[in-house]
């Protein structure tokens, strides 16, 4: 049989579940994921190696109605991602009706050329019951009429590996982009600050987590002993800031227990975190503040009414 080897995309709103299905097939902790949506901020490979194949998949941030300059430079981060695949895997979430979101990515897929090889899966089947599946299903198949749905759990496992196999029988024929161990194109201090991010949504509420930014100002090796990571949490005002720390400090040791644990799961070694708080206001929709912060912007667009 052929090598093959490719880029499948993972398309998809934020929260139906992509860098969870990511994480399965690589079989290890690499993506953040978080119960709350924009979990993913940027495009990191994972790297599926395999006898007959490699599988680069392309995690990337939900497809969204922007509200801020962030969501745009998500957006096409995202969309580039999809244009540069050589297989696109559209995923939805069984426990909700179609969203105006899940619209937006049915829409901006539908329009990709034919020749496009393409698969669709909706995921957390494991959490409806049969009559609510059945319903949701045939909505959510209705969005792009003509791709080939697949039903799966990416938290369980039920139906990934079919959905693997399909994934891998649309790759075109080729070597390996890659080394055979290597998992991703991140950087082990980039991956921790997504940890770290997810870790802060995870534990916060309201409007407070879609208004962090994470950056890691210190990634000191020490040997066996792990290590040693300084990282500053970004807030948009100084209320926030006191949300983020909590009284006393509880909320911050909070999170930096549950990132640490991640980061020790991810890089396999034990880890010294050390985080303090920040603010930048505005900075989301301020495009220097987001340069600075590693964001790539599409060039100014006059604005929209509603949603924009
Ligand atoms: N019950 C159930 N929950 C799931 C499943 N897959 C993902 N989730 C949950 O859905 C939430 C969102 O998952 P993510 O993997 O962060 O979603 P995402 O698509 O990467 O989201 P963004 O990065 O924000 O675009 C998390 O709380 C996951 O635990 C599944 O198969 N079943
Ligand atoms: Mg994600």
Not at 39 to 47: D, E, F, K, N
Not at 147 to 170: K, M, Q, V
Not at 254 to 267: D, L, N, Q, V, Y
Request: proline share 6%; aromatic share 4%.
């Amino acid at each position: 049989m052929p090598h093959r080897s490719g880029y499948v995309a993972l398309a998809g709103r934020p929260s139906v579940g992509k860098s969870t299905l990511l994480n399965r097939y690589l079989g290890q902790l690499l993506a953040a994921v978080s119960p709350r949506p924009q979990t993913t901020r940027r495009v990191q490979l994972g790297i599926l190696t395999t006898t007959e194949a490699q599988i680069v998949f392309v995690d990337m941030p939900g497809l969204h109605l922007p509200r801020h300059r962030l969501g745009q430079a998500l957006n096409l981060a995202a969309q580039q991602a999809v244009d540069d695949a050589d297989v696109v895997l559209a995923l939805f979430d069984i426990t909700q009706d179609p969203t105006p979101e899940d619209r937006l990515v049915a829409e901006r897929l539908g329009a990709l050329p034919p020749e496009r090889r393409r698969h669709a899966a909706i995921n957390k089947i494991d959490a409806v019951g049969q009559a609510v599946r059945r319903r949701r299903s045939l909505a959510l198949r209705s969005l792009l009429p003509s791709w080939d749905f697949r039903e799966i759990s990416a938290a369980r496992g039920d139906g990934c590996g079919e959905l693997l196999n399909d994934l891998i029988h649309d790759l075109p024929e080729g070597e390996p982009f890659f080394p055979d161990d290597q998992v991703t194109d991140a950087f082990e201090r980039d991956i921790a600050a997504d940890l770290i991010r997810a870790a802060a949504m995870t534990q916060l509420h309201q409007e407070v987590p879609h208004s962090l930014a994470v950056r890691v100002d210190e990634y000191e090796e020490r040997g066996a002993d792990g290590a040693r990571i300084r990282a500053t949490l970004f807030v948009e005002r100084e209320s926030q800031k006191g949300i983020v720390i909590g009284r006393g400090g509880e909320r911050l040791k909070a999170i930096g227990t549950e990132a640490r644990r991640e980061i020790e799961a991810m890089s396999g070694r034990s880890c010294y975190l050390e985080l303090r708080v920040e603010v930048l206001p505005g900075w989301r929709s301020d495009p220097r503040a987001l340069a600075s912060l590693g964001f790539r912007l599409p060039p100014e667009e006059p604005r929209h009414g509603g949603a924009g």
